[in-house]
């Protein structure tokens, strides 16, 4: 059986993805390890906490001697990095925090992967590894910096962040990368696009969107709200995910996008016509300092060598997403009062 280790596996992305891979995968265990953050919650997880693969660890990936621990107890052959703090807004108020946990915590996954993995693991000189062993470090586009009018990320630019996110994550993806050139790590990294679907934190622009015209709150508008992303419903990206995991070359990077730019304006009014509410909700406030003004990603590379493809539309996605929220208030009444937060972490003290 192979031990998957699946790092900020109660966060967005990474519970889309456990749910997404733990039937496809009977034969795989999960082990999720979470800190449980803010933005980590185990009601995410819910239908599948009772499987017999899946395993949940509440752990810090700064905690090396506890992430020593998990490796060496579940055997750990495959890891995915989804663990980072993501917020932008949050970045700004507190880059420490988005330094210590995106750079420090993958050099601290990245190092006992390698020590572990190791066929010699007293020659401290070897570079060959175990076979069927690999780390896959989930980055974002915004590690590229922001494009102009025209133009498409390709995995071959040159790192130009932007926010202190984007530079940890940066950061990140060159010591993933070293691993592999000097210690023969078998590394993959792959780059989405903005992700967006069920179970998002709720400061996020789309459920922000949607939870404050269920609730005729004023939706904040960056500037003009003319920044434009490339937008990727999460299932597409989990299948990018598994797709390299299974294919992908290693030591290479794989950019994974939805082939949909957008303004932010654009989303916004369609969100608010969707729930039939009115546009005299958009408050225009202030632009954050450093706002990237557009990223669109080029996907010919894992489209091409991996014969991946997204998926859902913008349109199908978005109505899946909003259909969902209108389906689960109660989750976002859980994350806004806290509740989910004292209970989990009560539970696993």
């Known amino acids: 059986m192979k031990n998957i280790l699946v790092t900020g596996g109660a ?30 919650n185990l009601n995410n997880l819910a239908s599948v906490s009772l499987k017999s693969n899946y395993i949940f660890i509440k752990c810090d990936i700064c905690d090396r001697k506890q992430i020593e621990t998990v490796f060496n107890e579940w055997e750990i052959d ?13 970045s700004i108020i507190d880059p420490e925090t988005f330094v210590t946990t995106n750079i420090l915590g993958t050099q601290i996954l990245l190092d006992v992967a390698k020590k572990k993995w190791k066929i010699f693991p007293n020659d401290k000189y070897s570079v060959e590894y175990k076979s069927n062993v690999k780390f896959l470090q989930v980055s974002t586009d915004e590690v590229y910096g922001a494009l102009g009018a025209e133009g498409l990320f390709v995995e071959s630019m040159p790192l130009l962040p932007n926010s202190p996110y984007s530079a940890s994550k940066a950061s990140a993806d060159l010591i993933v990368r070293s691993y592999h050139n000097t210690f023969g790590l078998p590394t993959l990294i792959s780059r989405c696009s903005n992700n967006y679907g069920p179970f998002q934190f709720p400061e996020k622009l789309m459920p922000l969107i949607i939870n404050n015209c269920l609730t005729n709150i004023k939706i904040p508008v960056y500037g003009d709200g003319k920044q434009i992303r490339d937008w990727l419903y999460v299932e597409d990206h989990c299948s990018a995910i598994e797709a390299i995991l ?50 669109a990603i ?32 109660d989750w976002i009444k859980n994350i806004i009062s806290g509740e989910y937060q004292n209970y989990y972490n009560d539970m696993y003290e």
Request: proline content about 3%; glycine content about 8%; overall charge neutral.
């Open 11 to 40: 966060g967005f992305i990474g519970s889309n993805f456990i749910r997404y891979m733990i039937d496809r995968y009977p034969i795989c265990r999960f082990i999720n390890v979470d800190s449980l953050t803010y933005a980590g």
């Open 78 to 90: 495959t890891v995915v990095n989804f663990a980072a703090e993501s917020h932008v807004d949050r």
């Open 246 to 295: 299974n294919n992908g070359r290693t030591g290479e990077i794989y950019n994974v996008g939805g082939n949909n730019e957008k303004a932010n304006i654009e989303i916004i009014k369609s969100i608010i016509h969707i729930l039939g509410k009115d546009n005299s909700l958009i408050q225009f406030v202030p632009d954050r300092p450093g706002h990237d003004k557009r990223y």
């Open 298 to 329: 080029d996907n010919t590379k894992i489209t091409s060598e991996l014969e991946w493809v997204p998926k859902y539309s913008f349109e199908e996605g978005l109505k899946k997403t909003v259909n969902w929220y209108l389906e689960n208030t």
